[in-house]
């Protein structure tokens, strides 16, 4: 019985996550109940991926038929139905009978409604998936989710019940004290966002509140707002900075690199992450465990069911009333100097090589 892993070669957040578990369970292959692991890739990718894991067999769309019906087939990125080697594989999973372990980063059902709701917008895309998610997801032997609220919405609106949560990780970079390094502008406050630009993320309620906290208080100035990452709501967030006057006041960085991510981090006066809904997103996790400074965030979002009694962290309800007062709160200095060590001791809980042992005792039980 072989593992054969789904390996995605497309930028994004979900597929660093496949890639990163599949590096753990590589360095772990000893303690895995399978005779071999086995990588599955949309044949474009095969040679770079032979390079870099020369003692594991690759194999493409055109071997497909090379796969077991005793293998474990493992796709650790979520279901979409388009013609690609990822639903491919999903396909001959099911016609062949394999055991199948999905990972669902976020309910795009939800995403979809949630779109058309704040922007009056229909992603056509996502509508087969959209049909079709409850048969993808009820058919598989085990999803795995980051978070008991997307483990409930499964179990509600999809009737899926063999449901495993594991938490999110990141990597070990951003436990590191190395750093680039930005200089700071005296006099002057700075405050950092950095995720996908969609509507679930809430930033445009981060704006909002920013606006209102200038407005009172008449800094225009004295603080900047630095929003980095791209999504498809970006147009509507820089028509919103410009109908809002504050245009001056907020910075669209675009997409940077981990290292640039991490340096805004280590220099800025707090960081904010307002979603009304989310699952276990990478970058609070990555605020948490490079910032220097106060790390704010919703409480709508799965990382949430993680926190307890000890972990008193900085989680507010994301509305304008309570970004503005944390505006307020990082203005006049008022935040808890110690929440950075408390911070960096949460995000000590999630690095791969302590996650990755969930995946492991997933596929002895499978077995």
């Known amino acids: 019985m072989n593992l054969i892993y789904y390996y995605p070669g497309k930028k994004g957040a979900p597929s660093n996550v496949a890639r990163n578990i599949f590096d753990a369970l590589y360095n772990r292959q000893s303690e895995l109940p399978f005779e071999k692991m086995i990588i599955f890739t949309d044949s474009k990718y095969k040679s770079t991926l032979a390079g870099k894991y020369e003692d594991i067999k690759i194999l493409g769309t055109k071997e497909i038929l090379e796969i077991s019906k005793k293998d474990i087939i493992h796709i650790p990125v979520s279901p979409f139905v388009f013609p690609n080697a990822k639903f491919l594989l999903h396909l001959f999973a099911k016609i062949k009978n394999n055991k199948i372990v999905l990972n669902y980063h976020g309910d795009l059902r939800n995403e979809i409604n949630l779109k058309y709701k704040l922007e009056r917008k229909l992603d056509i895309t996502g509508i087969p998936t959209y049909i079709l998610i409850p048969t993808l997801l009820v058919r598989a032997n085990k999803i795995i989710v980051n978070s008991h ?39 002057k406050y700075e405050i950092f966002y950095h995720g996908r630009l969609s509507p679930e993320k ?38 919103l900075v410009q109908r809002q006057k504050i245009d001056r006041n907020v910075i669209f960085l675009g997409n940077i690199d981990k290292k640039l991510i991490n340096a805004y981090l280590k220099k800025v006066d707090g960081a904010i992450y307002p979603s009304i809904w989310d699952n276990f997103p990478l970058s609070i996790l990555e605020a948490l465990a490079s910032a220097n ?3 704010y965030f919703s409480k709508k979002i799965g990382i949430c069911d993680f926190l307890t009694e000890e972990d008193v962290l900085n989680i507010f309800n994301p509305d304008t009333k309570s970004i503005k007062e944390i505006f307020d709160c990082i203005f006049e200095n008022a935040s808890e100097k110690k929440i950075v060590e408390k911070q960096k001791e949460f995000a000590k809980k999630y690095t791969w090589d302590k996650v990755i042992n969930c995946y492991i005792k997933l596929y002895n039980e499978i077995v």
């Open 293 to 295: 400074c106060p790390v």
């Open 202 to 239: 809430g930033v445009d309620i981060l704006i909002t509140g920013f606006h209102e906290f200038l407005h009172k208080k008449n800094y225009p100035n004295d603080i900047t707002l630095y929003i980095a990452g791209e999504g498809p709501q970006k147009k509507d967030l820089e028509s």
């Open 149 to 187: 609220i997307l483990e409930s919405i499964l179990v509600n609106n999809y009737g899926v019940k063999s449901i495993e949560v594991i938490p999110n990780a990141v990597e070990n970079y951003w436990y590191s004290k190395n750093q680039e390094i930005i200089v700071r502008k005296k006099n």
